[in-house]
């Protein structure tokens, strides 16, 4: 079996500030994901990428910057942390469309 | 574009009775995949359940769902709630090709003794 491991579990930064988180699977799945959760929002799509290199915005984009570099890791990128924004993302992964989603444990963001 | 609907909110049954949570879909395509994802508290959501086939029901660890096109629904259900049933119930749409799964807004389900 593979696993998806997310980096830092916690995060913690100031308003305004850039925060990166990663992301690294190891099933070799082609297909990444950023999810964001909040409590009664369920889960939104931020970006996602079918392939290295690849970049798909999803419904929550704006804020956020992702990069894919290497079919393994996945990164997102909060281009400036505001307070309303403190959530967990959630990293995922899958072989392709329609198929079975792998999630990581979350990183929990907040915002000072 | 696509989206889900489910049970709003908070669901608590007592042990023992049946389980309903609904799920409603809308999208533009005809040939959507429908998902169940379960996330324990402290956990990360995995999958439940799934189905693509029209009228046929799918189970799994107790939990069956129907696919039915015509009422675009995909709800839940369980026969006896049990106390490990509790947990956060997420309802998915994949439609296209591109890759995107689209989920609801989630409905909690509280099981008592």
């Known amino acids: 079996g593979g696993i998806i491991t997310q980096t830092p579990k916690f995060l913690i930064g100031q308003e305004g500030q850039k925060l990166t988180l990663k992301c690294q699977q190891n099933?070799?799945?082609?297909?990444m994901y950023w999810y964001r959760q909040d409590s009664g929002k369920g889960l939104r799509l931020i970006y996602y990428?079918?392939?290295?290199?690849?970049?798909q915005k999803g419904d929550l984009s704006e804020g956020y910057d992702a990069s894919r570099e290497k079919k393994s890791s996945f990164s997102l990128t909060v281009t400036s942390a505001q307070k309303n924004e403190m959530a967990v993302f959630l990293c995922?992964?899958?072989?392709?469309?329609?198929?079975?989603?792998?999630f990581g444990s979350g990183t929990r963001l907040t915002v000072l | 574009g696509d989206s889900v609907t489910q049970t709003e909110g908070l669901v608590t049954l007592t042990e023992g009775l049946p389980v309903m949570l609904n799920c409603t879909y809308q999208?533009?395509?005809?040939?959507?995949?429908l998902f169940w994802y379960v996330q324990h508290l402290n956990e990360s959501p995995r999958l439940l359940l799934k189905?693509?086939?029209?009228?046929k029901r799918t189970e799994h660890q107790g939990f069956h769902a129907t696919l039915h096109k015509s009422s675009s629904s995909f709800h839940l259900q369980k026969s006896s709630a049990q106390l490990s049933d509790s947990a956060l119930y997420y309802c998915?749409?994949?439609?296209?090709?591109?890759?995107?799964?689209?989920f609801g807004q989630g409905t909690v389900l509280s099981v008592i003794p």
């Open positions: 189905s693509f086939t029209d009228n």
């Open positions: 998915a749409l994949s439609t296209g090709g591109n890759n995107k799964l689209t």
């Open positions: 990428s079918i392939t290295e290199n690849d970049l």
């Open positions: 995922a992964s899958s072989i392709g469309g329609r198929k079975t989603l792998y």
């Open positions: 999208t533009i395509y005809s040939n959507p995949f």
């Open positions: 099933f070799n799945h082609d297909t």
